[in-house]
C-alpha cells in the first residue's frame, strides 16, 4: 500500500505534528505501508533530507519566524507531477493550505482521504488572535472544522477527550481514537550529568523541567508563576525551559520582572537525537499545564525517560494522565502545583516509584501497536465500497 501524507509542518520546524509524522513513517514501513510526504521548504538546504520527503517551496509566515506557508502554486505543481495511480490514499495532517490541497489530490485520483486532527484549533484562535472576541473565535472555529471534517472519509483523533469535542462540533464524519506512539529511541538512556554540565548548572540544583513547544497556549506562564512558591522552599531549584517558540520573549520578560533570572534556565531548541534525552534524564521533577493538547506526547517522552511527573490534566492529557501512569495530576491553582512539586523534590522514595511507573507505563504506548492499528484502518477505507469512484 503507497499513502500520501501532506502536511504544513515539518522537521526541522518541531512540535507535535512534526514528531507524530516521523514516528508514524517509520512503523508503517514495518507494515508494509509505503510513504511519500509533501511538506514546506524551510529556506536552509537539509544535511541529510529523510527518504520519501518532498519539500515545497514556501514564505514566511507574518509574526511567526517558525513556520513556513507552502505556495500554492508550487504545491498543486509538486502533487500534479505526481502519478495519482501510484497512491491508495491520502492522509492529511494539518487544516492550512496542506488540507485543501490533500482533498483535491485525493477526488482527482479517486482515492479516500483521511485527516489526522493533531490541533485544538479553537484555543489557538484565542492565543493567537486576541483581539477577536472569544465567542466569535470559538464560532468561527466550530465552523471550520466541520467544513473541513466533511471533506473526508474518516478522521483521527490523537485521543478520547478530542473525539468527544469533535462530537459536539456536530462532526458526522467517522472519528476514530488514535494516538501518537512512542518509538523505541525514546527509551534510550539520556545523560543527567553531561546536561548539567552542558547548561552550566551547579550541581546541586534541583531541576524543575518543562520541554516543549514554548508557546503561549503552553501555560507556561502559569509554571514561572508556581516557580516562585518552590523557591521558597528551596533556593537551589531551578526551572528549565526546553524548546523554542514565539512566547519565549514574553516568558523571559516575566522571568525579569519577577526577580527570577537567576533561577530559570532557557535551553533554545535541544536535537531530540541526543540533547533533548539528556534534558530529560536530568529533571527532578517534570512540569506541565498545557489546556490546549490534543494527546500530550511530550508526558510520555518524559515518562520513558524516568522523570516524575506533576501535571495538570486538561483535554487530551486527560486519556495518559490516568491512575498508575507515574504522575502526581493538580489543577491548576499555583498552591496545590507547588506541593506537588516540593512533593517529590522531598522524597527520594517518590521519585523513585513515580520514574518506575511512568517507565513501565510508558512502554505500554509502543508505536509500532499504533502504526498496526493504522494501517488496518488504511486497509478498511481502501476496501470500502467506493474508494475508487469516477472522478469528474
Request: net charge positive; aromatic share 8%.
Amino acid at each position: 500500500m503507497r499513502v500520501l501524507f501532506i502536511s504544513d509542518v515539518y522537521f526541522p520546524r518541531v512540535n507535535g505534528v512534526s514528531t507524530s509524522i516521523r514516528t508514524f513513517r517509520q512503523d508503517l514501513s514495518a507494515h508494509g505501508v509505503d510513504t511519500q510526504l509533501v511538506a514546506p521548504h524551510y529556506g536552509a538546504p537539509a544535511a541529510a533530507e529523510e527518504p520519501g520527503v518532498l519539500r515545497v517551496p514556501s514564505s514566511g509566515v507574518p509574526r511567526d519566524p517558525e513556520d513556513r506557508r507552502m505556495r500554492w502554486g508550487a504545491l498543486t505543481r509538486t502533487l500534479d507531477e505526481l502519478a495519482p495511480s501510484g497512491f491508495d490514499l491520502v492522509h492529511i495532517h494539518t487544516p492550512f493550505i496542506a488540507h485543501y490541497a490533500g482533498v483535491r489530490f485525493a477526488r482527482r485520483a479517486g482515492i479516500p482521504c483521511v485527516a489526522t486532527y493533531h490541533t485544538f484549533f479553537e484555543e489557538y484562535l484565542h492565543h493567537y488572535l486576541p483581539v477577536l472576541p472569544r465567542r466569535v473565535g470559538g464560532w468561527l472555529a466550530r465552523r471550520f472544522t466541520r467544513s473541513q471534517c466533511d471533506d473526508v472519509r474518516a478522521l483521527i483523533a490523537p485521543s478520547e477527550p478530542m473525539r468527544a469535542v469533535l462530537s459536539d462540533y456536530g462532526v458526522t464524519t467517522p472519528i476514530h481514537v488514535l494516538p501518537t506512539g512512542l518509538a523505541a529511541d525514546r527509551f534510550r538512556a539520556g545523560d543527567a550529568r553531561a546536561f548539567r554540565e552542558r547548561a552550566g548548572l551547579a550541581d546541586d540544583a534541583r531541576l524543575v523541567t518543562y520541554i516543549g513547544r514554548v508557546a503561549h497556549e503552553k501555560n507556561i506562564g502559569f509554571l514561572v508563576q508556581m516557580f516562585r512558591r518552590v523557591l521558597e522552599r528551596v533556593p537551589q531549584a531551578v526551572l528549565v525551559i526546553a524548546g523554542e517558540g514565539p512566547a519565549r520573549t514574553a516568558l523571559q520578560s516575566q522571568v525579569a520582572s519577577l526577580g527570577l533570572a537567576r533561577h530559570v534556565h532557557f535551553t533554545g531548541y535541544l536535537d531530540r537525537d541526543t540533547l533533548l534525552l539528556d534534558c530529560y534524564a536530568a529533571a527532578e521533577v517534570f512540569v506541565f499545564a498545557s489546556r490546549t493538547e490534543t494527546q500530550g506526547l511530550v508526558l510520555l517522552e518524559a515518562m520513558a525517560q524516568g522523570a516524575p511527573v506533576v501535571s495538570t490534566a486538561e483535554l487530551g492529557t486527560r486519556s495518559i494522565l490516568v491512575p498508575g501512569s507515574g504522575a502526581l495530576v493538580v489543577p491548576e491553582e499555583e498552591a496545590a502545583f507547588a506541593a506537588a512539586v516540593l512533593r517529590v523534590l522531598d522524597s527520594p522514595q517518590l521519585r523513585q516509584e513515580l520514574a518506575q511507573r511512568g517507565r513501565a507505563y510508558a512502554r505500554g504506548w509502543t508505536s509500532s501497536v499504533m502504526a498496526r492499528r493504522l494501517t488496518e484502518l488504511y486497509e478498511t477505507l481502501r476496501s470500502a465500497p467506493g474508494a475508487r469512484p469516477a472522478v469528474a
